[in-house]
C-alpha cells in the first residue's frame, strides 16, 4: 500500500490552481488531469465504480456493511488562484524546532515567531515547499487521506459503513458545489476534509459574497483638465476608504467578519475593486452589503449617476442551521477523534467548504481536519505524522457503529 505522504507528493505535481476569471467547468484544464490520474489510482484499488463526470466531479464508492450508514468524504481538487502552484518543489525534513530556511537564495524563511504552530510539530516530519509556491495541502492532503483511508478499508475485514467518494473542482472559486450531484452520490451525511490543524471540527462557516465594483471617469489630456477630468481610480480609492477600517481580516478574528480587497486595476476612465464579504452572523452579513451599497449612492450622489456600478452577489451561507438539527453526526467525529487519542477543537471557520453549499443542497456535510497549516501561500506545511493519523481517524469514523 502506498503512504498517505506518497500519494500527496505525486498529487502537488498537478498545477490545478482554479480561474475566477474563466467560465468553464472545471475552470482550468489541470483539474481534468489530476481528476483523470484519481479515478485511474481508484480503479487500480479496487473502486470498481470510479469516474470523472463531464464537469470534472470525481466519485466513486467502498461498499460497507447495509445495516450502517452511507457516508460521504469530500475534497476538492483544485489549489488557492492566490498564489501560485506552479512547479511546487516539496521537501520533507524531520523538523527538531527553531526557523526553517525555506529558500536560502531569496532568503524566504518561515520564522517561529511568525508562526507558532511550528512549536508543536517538533520532533516530526514536515513537508514543506521551497517558499516560491504554495504546498497545495489545501487541499490535496484531504485527497490522500481519504484515499489512503479507502484502501485501508478495502484491505480490512471490520465492518465499516458505506463511503461515498466526492472529489470537486473549483472550491477555491466558490464553485465546488455548483454541479455536485447530491442525489445520486447518495450519502446520507457527509464530511469535507478540508480542514487545518490535527483535531480541528468545524461546523459553522461566513456567509459569503463576492463585490465587483466599477468605476466610470472622464479621461482627458492633463494639461486641460480643470473641470473636466473625472479621476475613475480615486473615485474607487474614496468609496475604498469608506469601509470600515476595523473590519479588514488583518484586524479580525473568531466570529469577527469583514471586507477584503481582492485585487483592484485601473486606468483614469475606468476602474474596478473586488472584494469579498464574510461574516458569521446574517444580519451582520447584511449590513455589509447594506452598507457597500449605501456608499455606492452616496459617491453616485456626490460624481454623478453611473460613476459607481456596484454588483454584490451570495456564494454561500453558515451551514450552522442545517447541522444543528443532526448534531449526531458531530457527535460521531468527536467519538472518533477521542478513540485515536486526538482532543476535538471545535471552532467557527474563518472562511467556507464545499460542505456549506452542500448542507444547504440537502447533504449536511460538516468539515475535518487534514492536518495542515498556513493555507494559501508559501509558508504552507503539513506534517506527515498527522496526515498518518487523520486517515486512521477516518477509517475509524467509518467503522463506529
Known sequence: METVSQRFLRYVAFDTQSDEFSESCPSTKNQLALGKALVAEMQDMGISDAYMDTDGYVYGTVPGDPGMPTIGLIAHMDTAPAFSGTDVKPRVLMYNGGDIVLNKEKSIVLRTADFESLDKHIGKHLIVTDGTTLLGADNKAGIAEILTAAEMMLHSDKKHATLRIGFTPDEEIGRGADRFNVEAFGADYAYTVDGGALGELEYENFNAAGATVEFHGISIHPGSAKNKMVNAQLIAMEFHSLLPVHQRPESTEGYEGFFHLTDMQGTEETAVLRYIIRDHDMKKFTDKKSLMEEIAAFLNAKYGAGAVDLKVQDSYFNMR??????????????????KMGIEPKITPIRGGTDGARLSFMGLPCPNLCTGGENFHGKYEYIP????????????TLLQDA
Open 321 to 338: 442551521e442545517k447541522i444543528e438539527p443532526c448534531m449526531y453526526i458531530i457527535d460521531r467525529a468527536v467519538s472518533s477523534m477521542r
Open 384 to 395: 506527515i505524522e498527522d496526515m498518518e493519523l487523520i486517515s486512521k481517524l477516518l477509517v
